[in-house]
């Protein structure tokens, strides 16, 4: 049995799939009852300010970061998708769009989530040598 660890950055048996310094990670998160207007306007104001929120993800050294939404006879749940680099600095709060951000998450949000265990990632190669340049180093230039 693999043992879990949020990032997978420092999970034991990591799939071999997933190269040296990336972390991959699928979280489940509860939206609270009575706020998915709420959230329609959070997930809005991402899309408005998508080039506020790329600026974020050079320093955080994410590569890929997704948000999916569902709703099932259990409620209503965001779903997060990210693969980053093991060297970025988390979230900003210097960064005006990352304090809504978090404004957003703790109106919205249950508190706490779960995880999925990463068990394959496929990358074509020069899919793979961005992301790893990327997270390794932060952006990369035009003529590569």
Sequence with gaps: MRARCIWCGAMENRPATLPPRLRLELTRHRIKPGKSAEVDEWMRMLNNRADECRASLDPERMAVEAIFRLTDEHGEWLYWFELSGDAGEGLNEDRAIVRDHIAHSERCKVPGHVAATPEVLLLPAPV???????????????SE
């Design 128 to 142: 793979e040598h961005a992301i790893r340049h990327w997270a390794s180093y932060g952006a990369i230039a035009d």
